[in-house]
């Protein structure tokens, strides 16, 4: 089995942020920082430690300030060399012309609709998906990209939650396992009920192309949206498709608690900030 290498990465970031308003009124949410450095940015780099070339943002209307984060900044660094300051801060953002790519998603219809979107630019390519809401600290991506270079097909995160959370996520539905990578035998989207497991979906995805093909029908799902859920559950049985569990540290910042907690735990990580989280933390829960 020839196995082609995962070089795409699509980015969904057309969404509105409603649930962060109003911080993010006149700016992109995936622009919310976690200390010192956007989502988008955390996310964008456990793509490119992957070993992903190509970067797809699938934006929508007012999404400039996350297009000029990756770009060049003469004034800024205009300015801070006359001044003799150092650039190392914001050096590695600009990325390589030609990437990231960017297309529009004009309505949105869900996450399936978003990944769609992006169609012409993966082609016959598989291709990685990461969310920016779900911040992953140990390089979640460069542990599934290993994995799918084992497998091969559809590789998906897999991440224990409590049964009273499955009703939240996208589900597994496990078969066999193999250390942390375990056989998904179907996929259920918000299920009601009895879950087949405690195994959701945390924002990340290795695909094969096939999956645009279904997408093409544009078939609403849960919540009367376009579902990437259900288009994968199509490819169930006719390619591998495995779930991988992640033995890093996942932070929902598409919820608010999510995103301070992020900001805590990975200052207090900070050597240069570190000392002085803690002592506040100390004082505050004292």
């Known amino acids: 089995m020839t196995?082609?290498?995962?070089?795409?990465?699509?980015?969904?970031?057309a969404g509105l942020g409603t649930r962060f308003l109003p911080a993010t009124k006149a700016i992109p949410k995936e622009m919310l920082t976690v200390v010192d450095k956007p989502l988008i940015q955390y996310a964008v780099e456990e793509a490119l430690e992957a070993g992903i070339e190509q970067i797809i943002f699938v934006t929508g209307r007012?999404?400039?300030?996350?297009?000029?984060?990756?770009d060049i900044s003469?004034?800024?660094?205009?300015?801070?060399?006359?001044?003799?300051?150092?650039?190392?801060?914001?050096?590695?953002?600009?990325?390589?012309?030609?990437?990231p790519v960017y297309v529009r998603q004009q309505e949105p219809l869900g996450l399936g609709h978003a990944v769609w979107c992006a169609r012409e630019i993966?082609?016959?390519?598989?291709?990685?998906?990461?969310l920016p809401d779900e911040l992953m600290v140990g390089g979640f991506m460069k542990q599934m990209v290993e994995a799918y270079e084992q497998v091969g097909g559809n590789v998906i995160g897999a991440l224990e939650v409590p049964d009273s959370e499955t009703g939240k996520y996208g589900i597994i539905s496990p078969g066999k396992q193999d250390g942390r990578l375990t056989e998904v035998t179907a996929l259920v989207e918000k299920p009601k009920g009895k879950a087949p497991s405690n195994l959701m979906i945390p924002g990340r995805y290795i695909l094969q192309p096939e999956v645009m093909q279904i997408l093409d029908a544009q078939e609403p799902g849960a919540g009367g949206e376009i579902q990437l859920t259900d288009a994968m559950a199509k490819l169930i049985g006719h390619q591998p498709f495995h779930g991988f569990t992640f033995d890093g540290q996942r932070y929902d910042c598409g919820d608010k608690a999510g995103w301070l907690t992020a900001?805590?735990?990975?200052?207090?990580?900070?050597?240069d900030?570190?000392?002085?989280?803690?002592?506040?933390?100390?004082?505050?829960?004292?």
Do not use: C, W
């Open 3 to 13: 196995i082609k290498k995962v070089r795409k990465a699509v980015f969904p970031v």
């Open 62 to 70: 007012g999404k400039g300030a996350l297009e000029d984060h990756f």
């Open 74 to 99: 003469y004034e800024l660094e205009a300015t801070m060399t006359a001044r003799g300051k150092s650039l190392a801060v914001i050096e590695g953002i600009r990325q390589t012309p030609g990437s």
């Open 122 to 130: 993966v082609g016959n390519d598989p291709f990685a998906v990461l």
């Open 263 to 271: 900001n805590l735990a990975l200052g207090v990580m900070r050597d």
């Open 273 to 286: 900030i570190g000392p002085a989280v803690r002592e506040f933390a100390r004082t505050l829960f004292a």
